[in-house]
Structure formats: structure tokens, C-alpha cells
């Protein structure tokens, strides 16, 4: 049961333009949504959230937006970097369990190209 | 400030045998969750506990697995008679609470390969 789904497993962009990771996800109790960035042999990194009574979160080059009605967020980078090259996850928070636990979708791996 | 803390960093073992992987939540933390990420996968939530208790322990295989995190000392995940499909990426991450607007710090993870 995948209740967090990122369905690009891999997204190629050249550097300086814009990159959007998706994340869709099917449990509607979810009410805090995360993304964290994770380099090889590295720990996930956290990098913005947002909260569901929210739809747009800007931090520098990183926004995320947030869709309730289609369960659906998205991160967009721009402009992009060699170094924003990784494995992007989007994770989830809430639910029934209610416990703190974040669900992690598969990951997005970015490349941006020089 | 240090962060998460986890070690080894790499744990090999054969068959049979049993794997222990520790945890040190960063200074303050009270919190623990341990994830497991298999090859081309996303992470799986396994446990959460707290100082001496655990709060959910949903996404832990029914037998062979453990956890724990005493009162002093890191949190210890534990695993007996490991078998092949144990090979994964195991994190371990902190919060300083259960709100839930609060981050989850990871660290660095414990590749376990079974021989």
C-alpha cells in the first residue's frame, strides 16, 4: 500500500533553468508534507515542508506548492544547480497512527547538467 | 552541535548471524525513528521510540527485528539471524518532540550487506 507516490524515478535538467519534482499521495489525514535531498552514502538531508493549511512555501530557489484537493505537492528548484544533483523524497506526516512518522515516496533522482 | 550519529557505517555479516546497529540522537533528542531503505527503494518507516519506550513499532518484520533506546546509552536496533533480504541502508533519525510540524535529522545510515 504506497500511500506517498513519486512517479518519476529520474529527472534530467540543464542548469540554470527550472526543476519540478511531484509527489502525489493518497491519505487524506496527511496534514505536514516534507522534502528532503539525499546524496550517496549520506543521510537524508531536510531541505522545506509545508503545512496543510498552506499551499506555497518559498526558501530561497526552493518552493514547494501543495494541492489538497488533488493530493498532490510539488517542489520546484530554480534556477537549478550542478550541485542540486540528488535523490529527492517527498514524505508525509499525519494520518491515523498520528505518531510523528514520516512515509517517504520512492525518491526523484535530479541531474543537472553544466 | 553534533548531529545523528549512527555506527558502524558499513556491517558485514553472514548468514545466521546477528547485526547490531546503533544510534545517537543529537543532543537533546529524545525522540527515535529508524527507517530501512532497500536497493532502488524509498525509506520504510520501521520504529519510533522514546527514552525507554517504544511508541510504534509498525513497520517492524514480526520476527528477528528489535529496538530499543534505554535510558542511557543509543538507541539499538537488533538483528538476529540475518538473511540476505536484510541487506538494505538503515537510518536512524531524531526530533527533540512529537510536534508535528517538527523535522525528522537523519543520519548518515548503516549499510548492512549479508554474505
Known amino acids: 500500500d504506497q500511500q506517498v507516490k513519486q512517479n518519476s524515478p529520474s529527472l534530467s535538467v540543464q542548469e540554470g533553468r527550472i526543476s519540478i519534482l511531484n509527489c502525489d499521495y493518497t491519505?487524506?489525514?496527511?496534514?505536514?508534507f516534507l522534502w528532503y535531498k539525499k546524496y550517496p552514502a549520506e543521510g537524508p538531508t531536510f531541505l522545506i515542508s509545508?503545512?496543510?493549511?498552506?499551499d506555497k512555501n518559498e526558501d530561497g530557489r526552493f518552493t514547494v506548492f501543495l494541492n489538497k484537493s488533488a493530493k498532490h505537492l510539488s517542489l520546484h528548484i530554480v534556477p537549478s544547480q550542478p550541485g542540486d544533483s540528488a535523490v529527492y523524497f517527498c514524505a508525509c506526516r499525519g494520518g491515523s497512527s498520528n505518531t510523528g512518522k514520516l512515509i517517504f515516496g520512492q525518491g526523484t533522482t535530479l541531474q543537472v547538467k553544466p | 552541535n553534533a548531529g545523528v550519529m549512527q555506527n558502524p557505517r558499513h556491517l558485514v555479516r553472514r548468514r545466521g548471524q546477528e547485526a547490531r546497529l546503533r544510534c545517537s540522537p543529537m543532543k537533546g533528542h529524545s525522540h527515535v525513528y529508524w527507517y530501512r531503505q532497500l536497493p532502488e527503494e524509498g525509506l520504510k518507516f520501521m520504529v519510533y521510540l522514546q527514552k525507554e519506550n517504544i511508541i510504534d513499532e509498525s513497520g517492524m518484520p514480526k520476527e528477528r527485528f528489535s529496538a530499543e533506546f534505554p535510558k542511557e546509552g543509543p538507541s539499538i536496533l537488533r538483528i538476529q539471524q540475518v538473511v540476505r533480504g536484510d541487506s538494505a541502508a538503515y537510518f536512524c533519525a531524531s526530533s527533540p518532540n512529537q510536534n508535528l510540524n517538527e523535522k525528522l535529522f537523519f543520519g548518515s545510515g548503516t549499510q548492512l550487506s549479508v554474505l
Open positions: 491519505n487524506s489525514m496527511f496534514d505536514y
Open positions: 509545508i503545512s496543510s493549511i498552506k
